[in-house]
C-alpha cells in the first residue's frame, strides 16, 4: 500500500473542462477507447488546446470534459446537466440538483434517440429507451464524460440511438492511499454527504481499488410536500497486466425516493388559479410558484352497509412516488495476444425495480358481462369483489395506489479485436450482445390513512381479487436482443494529413414479446383478468375478435398472444479528417442509422391481425452527415460543423402524466440541418473565456394522417419540443486561492405540437404557438483550502442566478387541439460545498 509523500495542490482553476486528453476515451467501450487511443496518439501529434479546451481531430464532431468542470457544478449534479455547455446539446433540469429527472436532446434528437453508457455499460431503457438523469453515477466518480453529436460508435449496444452519444467513464482507483469526504448544504433543506475511499497500490503488481457511498436529500421546490431522497454506492478494482492491459471489475448501486415534480398543463387562461387540480396545477408564473397540498389529510374510515365514496387525501399528482432501485457490476478488460494484436472483452449484468404512476379508484363489486361476474382490470375500472376498507361489506369506491411497475434483468457483452497492420493501417472487429428480460406490470396496493402509499412498490405485496388473482392494469413481457458485429478501418494517407476511418455494423434485433392481457384498441387500452383461464376463456368468447381487410375494423378484442419482431440493417459509417496546415484541418462523417420501435408501439399493434401492414410497425432510418472546419492554435481554438439528417419513417411520442403512458406518433419523412460552433481564448494564464452557439432547423415533409378523414396540417412545419437556437459562453478566473466561474445559455423557443399552431381549447386560443427562450446563469466560487489536506475546498454554486422561470422538459404533441404537459424549470437555488482530501 502506498501513502503519498505530500500534499497536493487543487487542480488548476482556470479549465473550463471542455478537453480533449492526450489519450482520451473518445468512445463507449474498451475496444472504441483502445481504438481512439490509437488514432489521437499517431493522429494529432500532440494535443493542442487553450484554456482546457480541445477538439481532438476525428472525423466526427466530439467534445469530453474532465472531472475538474464536472466538480464546478452543483453537489451531486447529473452529469446530463454538466454536458449542457456543449453546443447541440439541450438539458432541461427537473430541479437544481439533478436528481429529479431532466429531459436531453442533441441536435434536436430526444434522448430516446441518444446512446448512455456508463463503462461500456447502455443505460438507456431497454424497452422504450428512455434515458433517466437523476439515476446517473455519482460526480466524484466520473474521470470524464464525451458527446459524439449526431452520430454513433461503429459498435455502440443501441437499438435507437441515430442522434449521437453521451458515455461518461469512471475514475481509475489512485497508486496512493487516500480519503475524500464531502459534505453540502443548500436551499430547499438540500442535505449531501460523500465519502470515497482509495486504497492505493495493494499488491506489488498494482492491484488497487476504491468504494464510495452517498446521500442526498431535498424538498420539492413548487410546494409544501414532496421530497427527493437518494442514495448511491459504488466501488471499482483495478488489476494491471502487463504493458497496457488490465482487468477492471465494478459494482453500482443507486435508490432513488422521490415524489413527481412541477408539471404544468400549457395553458395561460385567466380562470386559472394556484392548485393541484388536473386544470391549474401549477401557477404559470415566478410570482404564484408555491402552494400547499392537502397535507396532512386523513382518509375516511368506511360505514359498514353504505356506499362509500373514495378519499382525496393522497390523490394529488406530486403525492406521486417514482421509486427506483438500479445497480449493476461489470468489467472492463484488455489483453495484448501478439505483437500488434489486442482483444477486449467488457461484459455487464444490471437490473432496474421501478415504476410510476399516482392513485386509482378500487371498485369492491364486480362487472357483470353475458352472465359472467368479472374480477381484475376492465374498461379501465379495477374490479376487486371483496372488502377492501375492512368496513364488512362490498358496497364501496376506495382509493387505490396503482402504479406502472417494471423489473429488467440485462445482460451484455462488447468484445473487440485490434490488429496493426503497419503504422498507419488498423483494423478491428466487434461483436455486441445485449439480452434484457423486460417484465411490465400494473398492481394494486392500499393507502394509509394519511395518504401515505403502505408500500411504494405495490408489487411487493398486491392486491388480489375475490377469485385470489392479482388485479392489474396490465402484465407482458418482454425479451429485447441485441447481435450486432460490426468492423472498422484506419487508415493514413500522405503523410498523415489525411486519416480515413471506415466502418459497418449491422445490428440483428429480436423483441420476443408477450402480453398476458386482452388488447381492446390501437391506442394501447387492455383488459386484464391476471392470467385467469376461466375469465379469459369466457371473456374471449363474449367479444369474439375480427378484422376486416377491406375497411381495417376490428371488433371485439384480441386475446392474450405472444408475438417476435425481428429488425436488421447493415449500417455504414464513413469519415475523414485532413489537415491544411497552420492548424486547420477539414473533417467530414456519414453514417446510416436505426431506430427500432420500443415495447409500446409494438405491444399496441397487437390488436391487429398477424401479416397485416399494422401489425409491424416499421423501423426509423436516418441518413447522417456531418462536416465542418476546426482552427487549433496556442491561444485560440474554434470549430464550427454543419449537419444534415434525413429521416424516414420518423417516430415521436410524449409522456402523459395524467395516464401514466407514452402516446407515439409517425411523422413520416423528416429532415433536420444546421450547425454547431465554439470559439475559446485565453489572453492570460488567470483568465479562460468560451463562447458557442447552435441552430436547428427541421421540416416535417408530409402532412399526418389523424383518423381515417383528417389529416394534421404538418406539411413544411418544424418538430414540436426542439429548440431553434442555443447560445452562451463561460468565463473563469483565478487570483490567489480564489476561483470565480460564471456561465450561461440561452435555450431558444421550442414549439408545442407538429403543426406549429397556438393551442386551442373549446375555440379560444389559450396559449401561443411557442415556448418562450429562457436564459439561465450559474455561478461557482472556490476557496482553496492548500494546507488542509489534498485538493480540500470550500464552493459555493448558484444555480439559475437571476431565477428565470421557465418552462423546462416537453415531449411534444401532434395537434394544436392537444392539452399535455411540460416540466417547470428549477428555481434559483443557492448551496455550499465543503470538501476535504487526504
Known amino acids: 500500500m502506498r501513502f503519498h509523500p505530500s500534499l497536493l495542490a487543487a487542480a488548476s482553476p482556470i479549465a473550463i473542462g471542455v478537453t480533449a486528453l492526450c489519450s482520451p476515451a473518445l468512445a463507449q467501450s474498451t475496444g472504441s477507447v483502445d481504438f481512439d487511443n490509437a488514432i489521437v496518439v499517431t493522429g494529432t501529434r500532440g494535443t493542442q488546446q487553450v484554456a482546457g479546451i480541445a477538439s481532438p481531430d476525428t472525423p466526427k464532431a466530439k467534445a469530453v470534459l474532465t472531472q475538474e468542470t464536472i466538480q464546478r457544478q452543483n453537489p451531486g449534479q447529473t452529469i446530463l446537466d454538466t454536458i449542457n455547455l456543449i453546443p447541440g446539446v439541450s438539458f432541461q433540469n427537473n430541479d437544481a440538483y439533478g436528481s429529479a429527472g431532466g429531459t436531453l436532446s442533441i441536435r434536436g434528437f430526444d434522448s430516446s434517440r441518444i446512446s448512455l453508457t456508463f463503462d461500456g455499460v447502455p443505460l438507456n431503457d431497454s424497452g422504450n429507451y428512455a434515458i433517466y438523469s437523476n439515476q446517473q453515477l455519482d460526480p466524484e466518480i466520473i474521470s470524464e464524460v464525451n458527446v459524439n453529436l449526431g452520430t454513433t460508435d461503429v459498435d455502440s449496444p443501441t437499438a435507437s440511438a441515430v442522434g449521437g452519444t453521451v458515455n461518461y467513464r469512471s475514475k481509475t482507483p489512485d497508486h496512493d492511499l487516500g480519503l475524500l469526504v464531502s459534505g453540502s448544504v443548500g436551499e430547499y433543506n438540500f442535505r449531501r454527504g460523500f465519502v470515497k475511499v482509495e486504497t492505493g497500490d495493494l499488491t506489488a503488481s498494482g492491484t488497487r481499488a476504491w468504494f464510495s457511498a452517498s446521500s442526498a436529500k431535498n424538498d420539492n421546490p413548487f410546494n409544501n410536500y414532496g421530497k427527493v431522497n437518494k442514495q448511491q454506492y459504488n466501488a471499482k478494482l483495478y488489476q494491471p497486466l502487463a504493458g497496457d492491459d488490465f482487468i477492471a471489475i465494478a459494482a453500482h448501486y443507486n435508490q432513488n425516493r422521490n ?71 461489470r468489467i472492463s478488460s484488455r489483453f495484448t495476444l501478439a505483437d500488434h494484436l489486442v482483444l477486449t472483452v467488457d461484459p455487464s449484468y444490471q437490473w432496474v425495480k421501478a415504476n410510476g404512476g399516482g392513485t386509482v379508484t378500487g371498485l369492491e363489486s364486480t362487472r357483470t358481462i353475458a352472465g359472467t361476474s368479472y374480477t381484475g382490470f376492465l374498461g379501465g375500472r379495477y374490479y376487486f369483489g371483496k372488502d377492501l376498507n375492512g368496513d364488512g361489506d362490498s358496497l364501496d369506491s376506495v382509493t387505490l395506489l396503482a402504479p406502472s411497475h417494471t423489473q429488467t434483468g440485462r445482460i451484455g457483452l462488447i468484445a473487440s479485436l485490434r490488429w496493426d497492420i503497419d503504422p498507419t493501417n488498423t483494423v478491428r472487429i466487434a461483436y455486441t450482445y445485449d439480452r434484457a428480460r423486460h417484465r411490465q406490470t400494473g398492481e394494486v396496493g392500499t393507502l394509509q390513512f394519511d395518504g401515505e402509499p403502505t408500500d411504494v412498490f405495490p408489487i411487493n405485496k398486491p392486491l388480489t381479487g375475490a377469485n385470489g388473482v392479482v388485479v392489474e392494469k396490465r402484465d407482458r413481457l418482454s425479451f429485447a436482443i441485441l447481435q450486432q458485429v460490426a468492423g472498422e478501418y484506419r487508415g493514413e494517407f500522405f503523410g498523415g494529413n489525411l486519416v ?38 369466457a371473456y374471449a368468447a363474449a367479444n369474439p375478435y375480427s378484422f376486416n381487410s377491406t375497411t381495417n375494423k376490428i371488433t371485439g378484442v384480441a386475446p392474450p398472444q405472444q408475438r417476435v419482431f425481428n429488425f436488421n440493417r447493415v449500417l455504414p459509417n464513413v469519415g475523414f479528417v485532413y489537415r491544411l496546415g497552420s492548424g486547420v484541418s477539414l473533417f467530414a462523417n456519414y453514417s446510416k442509422g436505426l431506430s427500432v420501435p420500443g415495447t409500446d408501439s409494438l405491444y399496441n399493434a397487437f390488436v391487429f391481425p398477424l401479416g397485416t401492414e399494422q401489425a409491424q410497425p416499421r423501423p426509423e432510418t436516418t441518413d447522417n452527415f456531418d462536416a465542418g472546419v476546426r482552427y487549433r492554435t496556442g491561444k485560440v481554438q474554434g470549430e464550427i460543423s454543419g449537419f444534415y439528417n434525413k429521416f424516414k419513417d420518423r417516430l415521436a411520442s410524449a409522456y402523459d402524466p395524467e395516464l ?41 415533409q408530409n402532412d399526418v394522417q389523424v383518423n381515417a378523414t383528417t389529416f394534421a396540417a404538418t406539411a413544411g412545419k418544424r418538430e414540436s419540443g426542439i429548440p431553434t437556437y442555443s447560445y452562451g459562453g463561460a468565463i473563469r478566473g483565478s487570483v490567489g486561492p480564489f476561483d470565480l466561474g460564471v456561465t450561461a445559455k440561452r435555450t431558444g423557443p421550442r414549439y408545442y405540437n407538429d403543426e406549429n399552431l397556438p393551442v386551442v381549447s373549446g375555440g379560444n386560443e389559450v396559449y401561443p404557438a411557442q415556448i418562450p427562450a429562457y436564459t439561465f446563469v450559474n455561478l461557482d466560487a472556490r476557496f482553496n483550502l492548500k494546507g488542509i489536506g489534498r485538493g480540500s475546498y470550500l464552493q ?10 421557465s418552462v423546462g422538459g416537453v415531449g411534444g404533441t401532434l395537434l394544436h387541439t392537444a392539452t399535455y404537459f411540460a416540466q417547470i424549470g428549477a428555481p434559483r437555488t443557492i448551496s455550499g460545498t465543503l470538501v476535504v482530501g487526504f
Open 500 to 537: 480515413v476511418n471506415a466502418g459497418v455494423r449491422a445490428p440483428f434485433f429480436k423483441r420476443n414479446l408477450t402480453n398476458y392481457c386482452f388488447a381492446t384498441s390501437a391506442s394501447g387500452n387492455v383488459d386484464c383478468f391476471g392470467q385467469d383461464a376461466t375469465l379469459n376463456a
Open 796 to 805: 459555493l454554486n448558484v444555480y439559475n442566478l437571476f431565477d428565470s422561470f
Open 259 to 329: 415524489n413527481f415534480f412541477g408539471s404544468l398543463p400549457l395553458r395561460n387562461d385567466a380562470n386559472r388559479t394556484v392548485g393541484s387540480g388536473s386544470g391549474n396545477r401549477f401557477p404559470s408564473n415566478s410570482d404564484e410558484r408555491g402552494y400547499a397540498v392537502n397535507y396532512p389529510c386523513t382518509v375516511a374510515l368506511g360505514v359498514t352497509g353504505k356506499a362509500d365514496a373514495t378519499s382525496t387525501c393522497g390523490t394529488e399528482f406530486d403525492r406521486r412516488y417514482n421509486p427506483s432501485n438500479t445497480g449493476n457490476v
Open 660 to 700: 401514466d403512458t407514452t402516446v407515439h406518433r409517425n411523422l413520416g419523412n423528416v429532415k433536420k440541418y444546421g450547425f454547431d460552433g465554439y470559439v475559446s481564448y485565453q489572453p492570460i494564464p488567470a483568465i479562460s473565456l468560451y463562447a458557442f452557439a447552435s441552430a436547428i432547423k427541421s421540416e416535417i
